[in-house]
Antibody, heavy 121, light 108 residues
Framework: QVQLVQSGAEVKKPGASVKVSCKASGYTFSSYYMHWVRQAPGQGFEWMGTINPSDGSTSYAQKFLDRVTMTGDTSTSTVYMELISLRSEDTGVFYC??????????????WGQGTLVTVSS | EIVLTQSPGTLSLSPGERATLSCRASQSVSSIYLAWYQQKPGQAPRLLIYGASSRATGIPDRFSGGGSGTDFTLTISRLEPEDFSVYYCQQFGSSPYTFGQGTKLEIK
């Protein structure tokens, strides 16, 4: 069965960076885009961007363009999301989520369990 | 950026009743790029509906979606106790993909 397992919770100081991992299993890793979505405490969702694991190409939301980097490792079926220059407003749960069919314009059918990132001095 | 506005913010109903949730877009969205998700406390979202009206794998047929252009709806025909949670619409046709702010479905 499809599973996305994310790395554990992180606590960071303002100005630091965080790198969250998402290990996929149960399907052909390179065949589906992976998306990253943030949920601030008690709030809705923000789509951050997506990566095509087959060639590493990415598309980022304008809001995160200068601070986020998404990468993938086909040998371990893992994608990574790094966010730099953290500020308190970045506190939230970060989810990886698989695109449900080929291409980037797809809904997300499987989600990781989420990684809580807390930014606090 | 396409803004999705969901209404009502909170919907109070009883089990067995019918629920109708609305999602309005700030500009036209192709139906193939509209999805609905359910989120329960402490859990990741679950895909319910994609392409505005197609149920995702394993979703009961009491869930249905419809609409086009700027107005979309999610209908739950007969509420079960496990349906009381928060529902979000999402458009994924135009970057950045955006979500509505959510409708909380609570037990009356």
């Amino acid at each position: 069965q499809v599973q996305l397992v994310q790395s554990g919770a992180e606590v960071k100081k303002p100005g630091a960076s965080v790198k969250v991992s998402c290990k996929a299993s149960g399907y052909t890793f390179s065949s589906y885009y992976m998306h990253w979505v943030r949920q601030a405490p008690g709030q809705g969702f923000e789509w951050m961007g997506t990566i095509n694991p087959s060639d590493g190409s990415t598309s980022y939301a304008q809001k995160f363009l200068d601070r986020v980097t998404m990468t993938g490792d086909t040998s371990t079926s893992t994608v990574y999301m790094e966010l730099i220059s953290l500020r308190s407003e970045d506190t939230g749960v970060f989810y990886c989520a698989r695109g449900s069919y080929s291409g980037s314009h797809t809904p997300q059918d499987y989600w990781g369990q989420g990684t809580l990132v807390t930014v606090s001095s | 950026e396409i803004v999705l506005t969901q209404s009502p913010g909170t919907l109070s109903l009883s089990p067995g009743e019918r629920a109708t949730l609305s999602c309005r877009a700030s500009q036209s969205v192709s139906s193939i790029y509209l999805a609905w998700y359910q989120q329960k406390p402490g859990q990741a979202p679950r895909l319910l509906i994609y392409g505005a009206s197609s149920r995702a794998t394993g979703i009961p047929d009491r869930f249905s979606g419809g609409g086009s252009g700027t107005d979309f709806t999610l209908t739950i025909s007969r509420l079960e106790p496990e349906d009381f949670s928060v529902y979000y619409c999402q458009q994924f046709g135009s970057s950045p993909y955006t979500f509505g702010q959510g409708t909380k479905l609570e037990i009356k």
